[in-house]
């Protein structure tokens, strides 16, 4: 049973920094990367940022400069460290752990920026 839990969304103001983590368990399949999407209020989901089993990383260009996605493979956890964020920051963010099966989602995280 994959779970995958996340943690650490909440209002901030513009130009202020969140970090989200998600910490995934329950599996055995390979796990080729974690991913990070996002869903604004009226709009659809998504890509913020993906970081793949090798460390490689790649991101939406509207985070690029912004957002960091990193992870400790140790504790299975994804981190996004969020800086000067923008209203249009905000959403629901959703983690994503890819494995060779599919892709997992966790509950989703709002961030508030205003």
């Known amino acids: 049973h994959v779970q995958l839990v996340e943690s650490g969304g909440g209002s901030v103001q513009a130009g202020g920094s969140l970090r989200l983590s998600c910490a995934v368990s329950?599996?055995?399949?390979?796990?080729?990367?974690m991913m990070w999407h996002r869903q604004a209020p009226g709009k659809e989901r998504e890509f913020v940022s993906r970081?793949?089993?090798?460390?490689?990383?790649s991101y939406a260009d509207s985070v690029k400069g912004r957002f960091t996605i990193s992870q400790d493979n140790a504790k299975n956890t994804v981190y996004l460290q969020m800086n000067s964020l923008k209203p249009e920051d905000t959403a629901i963010y959703y983690c994503?752990?890819?494995?060779?099966?599919?892709?997992?989602w966790g509950q989703g995280t709002q961030v508030t920026v205003s």
């Open positions: 329950g599996y055995t399949d390979y796990k080729y990367g």
């Open positions: 970081i793949n089993r090798s460390g490689s990383t």
């Open positions: 994503g752990a890819i494995l060779s099966t599919k892709t997992y």
